[in-house]
């Protein structure tokens, strides 16, 4: 490409944000699965499962073959894709337990009260995790930006059939009949119904489902789809998978039917990589896949954290095709801004980019390397990474030891070429050093206290 061209269109990525606030703002919606594997899904190549659905989400948008979390653990993920920020400044720095007294604190700017003052109706339904008591006592979805909520602390119970435990907008919603993705739909598009917005009014979905986390279970008519899998628990995982995958469809379906698919916006994830642990004794379904990445949740190489990820944005989003570019889902937060035409907080410090500069084949802009950090990972002795562009490096806790990866090449990380690049790892560690200290510097601030449970028990 001639310099002059390549300049011209570095020139016009400003224009895109403001050409999306022009036009008429999308509704924004946020799909996102709990400990789904990123080789859970169909279009990721898993060989067995079936997801029409959001194999069709795909055809119909990109796939993002470099999506990350925030996290290779459940609390932390979700805190970052609220926020924008890397959830070790939040305090927040593994699965919340209840009673813990951990919870998203007031302080924080979430993307539900930004696209509220931005004249957005929000919604959440689904898993939060995001506090450790349902009594009042702790913020809720409502006190994050919320409109109207329909949540569970953590798992659905008993699991995702015919759940118990949901609250909606602070009451018990009492005993439900159905799986639970089915739920968190029928709560949704019956909230469109009855929401009355104004024919200019967009709004904000936040459905974070419980599938395929533990205690896994799926209806009959999902575990038909595997008549020939005799390993009933496994059955019941991949069912479940399948289960979630229908639940999108009929969301799906009710946007195609209402006339809302061309302005609205879809991002689907998932919080962190597959279960690790047989946790849920007697009750172990846990068959997550990382394809063909190393590792699995609570781990620091890449199937900890890397996950599926698909955008659907019709008219902006090419139909069918595959980006290699890191994302993650701290850029949510500056995407759904730069959607709705606001500025996202400038008072504090963001970690994610607009996802927008994507649409006009440019990377997203970041003020530094993605960054991660988990202590009590299953792949010690790493405790942090960073990604700059192709390379990763991982560091054990004390930073003073690493290991280098070309993810381009080496995907599954079997390589480590720190020795072949001593520069590379240098200037990388040097950076990793840097974001260390300042976030460590910040969530010692945080208000949440710093004691916490090992995810080596039930979360």
């Known amino acids: 490409m001639k310099r002059s061209t390549l ?20 509704n924004i919606i946020v799909l996102l699965c709990d400990d789904l594997g990123y080789g859970d899904l169909s279009c990721f190549a898993h060989p067995s499962i079936h997801t029409p659905n959001l194999d069709q989400l795909a055809h119909d948008g990109v796939r993002f ?37 951990i919870f998203l604190r007031p302080g924080e700017i979430t993307v539900a009260q930004l696209l509220k003052t931005a004249g957005y109706h929000t919604f959440h339904a689904g898993k939060w995790h995001l506090n450790s008591r349902t009594d009042g006592t702790e913020p809720t979805p409502g006190d994050a930006g919320f409109d109207h909520w329909l949540y569970t602390q953590n798992n659905a119970a008993p699991s995702h059939l015919n759940p118990a435990n949901f609250i909606r907008n602070g009451q018990s919603a009492g005993p439900l009949t159905g799986p639970s993705s089915h739920l968190v739909v029928a709560e949704a598009t019956r909230w469109l119904d009855e929401t009355k917005r104004a024919p200019d009014a967009p709004f904000f979905l936040n459905l974070w489902f419980h599938e395929t986390h533990e205690p896994v279970a799926a209806a009959d008519e999902f575990l038909a789809q595997y008549p020939n899998d005799t390993n009933l628990d496994r059955r019941h995982y991949f069912g479940a998978a399948t289960q979630v ?43 997550g896949s ?29 139909p069918g095709t595959t980006s290699a570019e890191p994302v993650c889902n ?20 963001l ?109």
């Not at 020139?11 to 403001?18: A, K, M, R, V, W």
């Not at 609570?298 to 902006?316: C, F, K, M, N, S």
């Not at 690049?421 to 560690?429: L, Y």
Request: positive net charge; charged residues 20%; contains cysteine.
């Open 245 to 287: 995958d229908a639940a999108i469809g009929k969301l799906l379906k009710y946007l195609d039917d209402h006339q809302l698919r061309e302005n609205t916006f879809i991002f689907f994830t998932s919080d962190n990589g597959p279960e690790t642990l047989n946790r849920y004794k007697g009750a172990e379904r846990s068959y």
């Open 65 to 101: 073959t470099d999506c990350y979390s925030a996290s290779p653990v459940c609390s932390p993920s979700r805190a970052g894709l609220m926020t924008g920020r890397i959830p070790n400044r939040l305090g927040i720095r593994d699965w919340i337990p209840p009673q813990s007294g």
């Open 290 to 318: 990382p394809g063909p990445l190393r590792g699995m949740k609570l781990h620091l190489t890449e199937a900890g954290y890397r996950v599926p990820g698909i955008i659907r944005w019709p008219g902006h989003a090419q």
């Open 330 to 349: 701290l850029d949510f937060l500056p995407t759904a801004c730069a959607l709705a035409g606001i500025a996202p907080p400038g008072d504090r410090p």
């Open 7 to 26: 300049a011209l269109i570095l020139s016009l990525l400003p224009c895109l944000e403001l050409v999306a606030a022009a036009a008429p703002r999308p």
């Open 351 to 459: 970690d994610g980019g607009s996802l927008l500069p994507l649409f006009l084949g440019q990377p997203v802009r970041r003020s530094h390397p993605l960054y991660w950090q988990y202590d009590f990972t299953f792949s010690k002795p790493w405790a942090v990474s960073v990604r700059d562009g192709r390379w990763k490096l991982l560091a054990n806790a004390a930073l003073d030891r690493f290991e280098l990866y070309d993810l381009t090449a080496d995907v599954g990380e079997k390589r480590d070429v720190a020795a072949q690049h001593p520069d590379r790892v240098k200037t990388m560690a040097a950076t990793m050093r840097s974001l260390h200290t300042e976030i460590a510097a910040e969530g010692a601030k945080s208000g949440n206290p710093s004691t916490r449970q090992s995810s080596a028990k039930r979360e």
